[in-house]
C-alpha cells in the first residue's frame, strides 16, 4: 500500500456566520495516494475551488482533518500554513499567474527564495528545470514576451522546484488553444510517469476521460469516485521503472 | 535574515522604483526638501556657532569688558556762554576701585581715548587716539601688517610712537614709506612704526572694542597718552567751543577663571552703579553675546526643524499613499507570492526595503541638494556654514526612519490581504 499524499476527513468549510453563514463543503473524505493522478470534476458551484484553496493550503477547512503528506496542516497558523505552500505543493493556476515584472528565471527561482536556498544553488536547480521543459533559451525573458503555452511551461517549471509532494493546477490548459494544451496536458503525464502526485480540476470532460482517477463533486460532496484502483498499474509502471 | 538575502531585497526594492522613475521621483520630493533643510539647517547653525566661539576666543573668554558711553544727551546748561564742558565715562578712581575691591580680577587694561587733530604737512585729520597697554595689542589681535608693534620698552620710555590704520596713510596721500614717517598729534610729533592689519577690526571687534570709524584710530602707548595729550577732547563747533573729558574710554578687566567671569561682572556693575550717578558706561562680557546670539540660534533652530519635520512628514505622508496605490496594483503579485510560501513578514519586508529605499535614495538626493544650497547661500550672503559628515549620516538616517515608519502601515495592509483574494484579483 503505497503512502497517503493527501487525506481529507470529514472537511466542512463553512462562509460566514449566523443565518447568512453558506456551508460549502460538506463534509468531504477524500484521500490521495502518492503517484497518484487525480481530476476533480464538477459544475461550477459544486465546492471545486474551495476544496483547491484547502487541499492547496490557502484556507482552512472550518471542521474536519486534513494531513497532507503525513503532517496535520488543518489548524496551522498563517506562517506554517506559508510554509507547508512553499515546501510541499506546487501550483499551476489556469492564468499562469507569473510576475510580470520578473524574468522567466526570476519567477521559477521565487519558491526557492522564499525557502531559503542560498543564491547559487537556486540559480543551477531553476537553469536545470527552465531547461528540462524546453525553454532553456529564455530564461532571461519576461513573461509577456511568451506564449501563454511557454507561460504554463515556466509557471510548471516553478511549481516543481521546491519537489513538492503535491502538483496542484487548475484548469492548467484554459486559456490555451488547443495545441499548446496537449502540450501542456502532455507534460502532466509526464509527470505522473515520473511518480508525482497530481490533482487537476477541470471542466474539460475530454480531459478528464484521460486521468487514471476522476473524482466528481457537486454541491459541496463527492459524488462519484473512480477510486485508487485506475492509478495502481501506473504507479506500479513507476516502481518498476524507478528500480 | 543573512547579508545576502537582504542585498537581495533591498535590489529587489530598488528595481521596483526604477521601473516608475518619475513617480518615485516624485514621491521622493518631499523628503529631498526635508532632508535639504534639515542639512541646511544644520550647516547654518554649526556655522553660527563656530563664527560665535571664534569671535569670543577673539574677545577673550575671560574677559569683560567696561566701556565709556556718552549718556542720553541733557539739556544743556542754558549759558550763553560759548564754552561747554562735558564729564562723563569711567573715571580714574573707577579703576583704582576695581582693581583694588574686585577679588576676581587678575589683569586690567585701561584706554585712554582723544579725539585729536591730526597733522602730517599741511593735511589735516580728526583722528581716534587710543592710548593702549602692549598687553592690549597682544589680547585683541592688533598685529601690524608691517613695521613693528610697540612694546612695554616703549610704554616705559613714554616713547612717542604710533600705529595707524592701512586707511589712514591713503587719506594721507603720501608718497613717502610709511614706516617712520612722522605725525604732529596735539602738538607732539610721533612716528609711525606700523600699519595695523584690517583682519583684526571686523564689525563684531569693533563694537566691543567700542572703535566707531573704520579707519582713522592711532595707536599710542598708554604712558605716552596720559602725559602728553591727556584726556580732555576738544571739539570746536562753529563758535562754541566744546570740551569733553573722559578719564578713561575702556576697561578690560580679565578674571583668573572662565567661570568668574559672570560673577565679575554683576560685581562690576555693582561697584560702577555705586560710583556713577548716571549710566554713562556699558559691560560687555564676551560670553554673554555667546548666550544671547545661542537664544537667536534657537530660535532659528526651531523654526528649521519645524520647516524640516513638515517636510519630512509630508515626504512620509506622500509615500505612504504612493506605496497603498502600488499595492493596491500589485495585489496579484503579493497573492502569488503568497501562494507560492511568502510569509506575511516577507511581504512586510519587501515593501518596507521598498519604502526604505526610497526615502534612502531621496535623503541622498536631499543631501546633494542641501549641501550644494548651503553653498549657495555662503556665496551669496556672508552666513557662514559648516558641513560635517555626520549630518549626511543623520540626514540618511533620518530619511530611513521616515521610509520605515510610513512604510509600515501599507507594508503590513500588504501582507494581510487574503491571499486567495489577491490571488483572484485583475
Same mark, same amino acid.
Given at each position: 500500500m503505497a503512502r497517503k499524499v493527501l487525506e481529507l476527513d470529514k472537511i466542512v468549510k463553512t462562509y460566514g456566520?449566523?443565518?447568512s453563514a453558506l456551508t460549502v463543503l460538506h463534509g468531504l473524505d477524500i484521500q490521495v495516494e502518492e503517484g497518484e493522478f487525480v481530476g476533480i470534476v464538477g459544475a461550477s458551484g459544486s465546492g471545486k475551488t474551495t476544496l483547491m484553496n484547502i487541499v492547496g493550503c490557502l484556507d482552512r477547512p472550518t471542521s474536519g482533518e486534513y494531513c497532507l503528506n503525513g503532517e496535520d496542516? @488543518?489548524?496551522?497558523d498563517d506562517d506554517r500554513l506559508s510554509l507547508v505552500r512553499n515546501r510541499s505543493i506546487g501550483f499551476v493556476f489556469q492564468s499562469f499567474n507569473?510576475? @510580470?515584472?520578473? *524574468?522567466v528565471l526570476e519567477n521559477v527561482e521565487l519558491p526557492l527564495f522564499y525557502s531559503r536556498t542560498p543564491r547559487r544553488e537556486r540559480h543551477k536547480r531553476c537553469l536545470d528545470l527552465v531547461e528540462a521543459v524546453g525553454l532553456g533559451h529564455r530564461t !532571461?525573458?519576461?513573461?509577456?514576451? #511568451?506564449?501563454g503555452g511557454e507561460c504554463q511551461r515556466v509557471a510548471i517549471a516553478r511549481a516543481l522546484v521546491n519537489q513538492p509532494a503535491l502538483l496542484l493546477t487548475d484548469e492548467?490548459?484554459?486559456? #490555451? $488553444?488547443t495545441k499548446n494544451g496537449e502540450e501542456v496536458l502532455e507534460i502532466f503525464h509526464d509527470l505522473h510517469a515520473q511518480g508525482r502526485t497530481i490533482l487537476m480540476v477541470t471542466h474539460n470532460a475530454e480531459i478528464a476521460s484521460g486521468l487514471p482517477r476522476v473524482i466528481e463533486m457537486r454541491d459541496g460532496m463527492v459524488l462519484k469516485d473512480t477510486g485508487f484502483g485506475t492509478g495502481t498499474c501506473v504507479r506500479g509502471a513507476v516502481a518498476g521503472g524507478s528500480s | 535574515m543573512g547579508l545576502g538575502r537582504f542585498f537581495e531585497v533591498v535590489a529587489l526594492g530598488v528595481k521596483n522604483l526604477l521601473r516608475n522613475k518619475l513617480r518615485s521621483f516624485l514621491t521622493m520630493l518631499g523628503i529631498i526638501f526635508g532632508v535639504a533643510s534639515v542639512i541646511a539647517m544644520l550647516s547654518v547653525g554649526a556655522g553660527a556657532r563656530h563664527e560665535i566661539l571664534s569671535r569670543i576666543q577673539e574677545l577673550g573668554v575671560r574677559n569683560v569688558i567696561i566701556n565709556s558711553v556718552k549718556p %542720553?544727551? /541733557?539739556?544743556? %546748561?542754558? =549759558? =550763553?556762554?560759548t564754552q561747554y564742558k562735558d564729564r562723563y565715562g569711567l573715571t580714574f578712581a573707577d579703576a583704582d576701585y576695581i582693581a583694588e575691591v574686585i %577679588? *576676581?580680577?587678575e589683569n586690567m587694561l585701561r584706554v585712554n581715548r582723544i579725539t585729536q587733530r591730526l597733522w602730517y604737512g599741511s593735511k589735516r585729520l580728526e583722528a581716534s587716539v587710543l592710548g593702549v597697554e602692549p598687553e592690549y595689542l597682544r589680547m585683541f589681535g592688533l !598685529?601690524?601688517?608691517r613695521g613693528r608693534v610697540f612694546t612695554e620698552v616703549d610704554a616705559n620710555n613714554y616713547a612717542k610712537v604710533c600705529l595707524v590704520r592701512r586707511g589712514l596713510v591713503a587719506q594721507l /596721500?603720501?608718497? !613717502?614709506? %610709511?614706516?617712520?614717517m612722522w605725525l604732529q598729534i596735539g602738538g607732539f610729533p610721533f612716528q609711525v612704526i606700523g600699519i595695523l592689519d584690517d @583682519? @583684526?577690526?571686523r564689525s563684531h571687534t569693533r563694537k566691543a572694542l567700542n572703535? $566707531?570709524?573704520?579707519?582713522q584710530e592711532v595707536y599710542i602707548p598708554y604712558e605716552t597718552s596720559m602725559r602728553t595729550l591727556g584726556t580732555v577732547t576738544l571739539i570746536e563747533r562753529a563758535g562754541s567751543q566744546e570740551f569733553t573729558q573722559v578719564d578713561l574710554d575702556q576697561i578690560v578687566v580679565t578674571t583668573?577663571? /572662565? $567661570?568668574e567671569v559672570l560673577r565679575t561682572s554683576q560685581m562690576l556693575g555693582a561697584a560702577l552703579g555705586k560710583l556713577h550717578?548716571?549710566?554713562d558706561y556699558e559691560i560687555v562680557v564676551p560670553l554673554e553675546l555667546l548666550k544671547q546670539s545661542e537664544e537667536t540660534q534657537r530660535v532659528f533652530n526651531l523654526v528649521m526643524i519645524l520647516i524640516a519635520s513638515i517636510s519630512l512628514l509630508v515626504g512620509g505622508i506622500g509615500i505612504a499613499n504612493i506605496m497603498l496605490a502600488t499595492i493596491t496594483e500589485r495585489t496579484k503579485e503579493i497573492g502569488i507570492r503568497r501562494a507560492l510560501g511568502a510569509r506575511r513578514r516577507d511581504i512586510v519586508l519587501q515593501f518596507l526595503a521598498e519604502t526604505t529605499a526610497i526615502a534612502a535614495i531621496g535623503g541622498l538626493l536631499g543631501c546633494f541638494v542641501g549641501i550644494v544650497g548651503i553653498l549657495g547661500i555662503v556665496e551669496l550672503t556672508n552666513w557662514k556654514a559648516v558641513i560635517a559628515p555626520s549630518y549626511v549620516m543623520l540626514s540618511l538616517v533620518i530619511s530611513c526612519t521616515v521610509g520605515v515608519v510610513f512604510g509600515i502601515f501599507p507594508a503590513r495592509r500588504a501582507a494581510q490581504m487574503d491571499p486567495i483574494t489577491a490571488l483572484r484579483f485583475e
Open positions: 456566520a449566523g443565518d496542516v @488543518a489548524h496551522l507569473l510576475i @510580470a515584472q520578473l *524574468t !532571461e525573458h519576461y513573461p509577456t514576451q #511568451l506564449s492548467p490548459t484554459g486559456n #490555451l $488553444d | %542720553p544727551e /541733557e539739556i544743556k %546748561p542754558d =549759558t =550763553t556762554d %577679588p *576676581t580680577v !598685529e601690524s601688517g /596721500e603720501t608718497v !613717502e614709506d %610709511p614706516i617712520g @583682519a @583684526a577690526f572703535i $566707531d570709524s573704520t579707519t583668573k577663571h /572662565e $567661570d550717578d548716571r549710566v
